[in-house]
């Protein structure tokens, strides 16, 4: 494969698409798929751009506008009271995934002043909204579980009572995100370090397994070379204090 090529393409198609949220009339029960798609590609371009330059301010700015593309459809759902759209909702991890990566917490906190709050069970898987939720939270309160007035301390009872249900939801091949959850609200760095690490293993094992397979997307060839989920989680445990900065298979420093 052509990278240069490839990421050309991956670019014209993407703003292709994202002319769609200028567009007054276009139907917002098609925006909340179409956000995530050409998110999906803008995601896919940043990395490809980091690889190509090594200065992750490629990837930064492609995953802010990834993300911008959710933020503007949420925007039109409550412009137009839509909210019983399939897609609104809190747990589309790609888009938190991408700002807290990205460091844009102002977008962050837009982003949870949109989503609802609640859990739908007819949308959304509950770990997804449960994940999702608690590192958002995180990531706009990051001395919320040092007890510092009651306010951080409801927060942090209500984020413990979701990783109750993030525990009993999950499989056993993603446990390693409620392990990373508890020790970042439990402020334990050591045991952060090691559930990153199952996490990072979890995820290049099943990187090789889908090597295997006919089927190629430039999304999924991108995703073998940088995790932005695992940079979001890098994010949130410095925010945390915790020293992580280090080189880490597909969360290499240069994306930091």
Not at 67 to 82: F, G, H, P, Q, T
Not at 123 to 142: A, P, S
Not at 173 to 186: G, I, K, N, T, Y
Request: net charge negative; charged share 25%.
């Amino acid at each position: 494969m052509n990278y240069d090529d490839t990421a050309a393409a991956i670019a014209a198609d993407a703003i292709f698409w994202s002319m769609a949220f200028d567009d007054a009339d276009y139907p917002v029960d098609q925006l909340g798929r179409l956000a995530l798609e050409t998110g999906n590609k803008f995601r896919a371009l940043g990395i490809f751009g980091l690889l190509a330059t090594a200065d992750k301010s490629h990837l930064f700015d492609n995953l802010r506008q990834s993300a911008s593309l959710r933020i503007r459809y949420l925007e039109k759902v409550c412009d137009e009271n839509k909210q019983d759209d399939h897609h609104y909702v809190l747990g589309r991890l790609e888009p938190i995934f991408d700002l807290l990566a990205s460091k844009d917490f102002s977008s962050l906190a837009k982003l949870q002043q949109l989503s609802p709050a609640d859990f739908s069970h007819k949308r959304e898987y509950l770990d997804d909204y449960c994940y999702g939720k608690i590192l958002m939270t995180l990531g706009l309160n990051k001395e919320m579980n040092l007890g510092i007035n009651k306010e951080s301390d409801a927060i942090s009872d209500d984020l413990f009572n979701t990783l109750d249900d993030l525990e009993d939801s999950l499989t056993e091949d993603l446990f390693s995100r409620a392990a990373m959850c508890r020790a970042l609200l439990e402020n334990n760095a050591i045991d952060f370090n090691e559930a990153f690490h199952q996490f990072i293993d979890q995820r290049a094992f099943a990187i090789d397994e889908a090597k295997d397979t006919d089927f190629e997307t430039p999304t999924l060839i991108a995703e073998r070379f940088i995790s932005v989920e695992g940079l979001a989680l890098l994010a949130v445990a410095q925010l945390q204090g915790f020293n992580v900065r280090q080189n880490f298979q597909l969360c290499p420093l240069i994306a930091q």
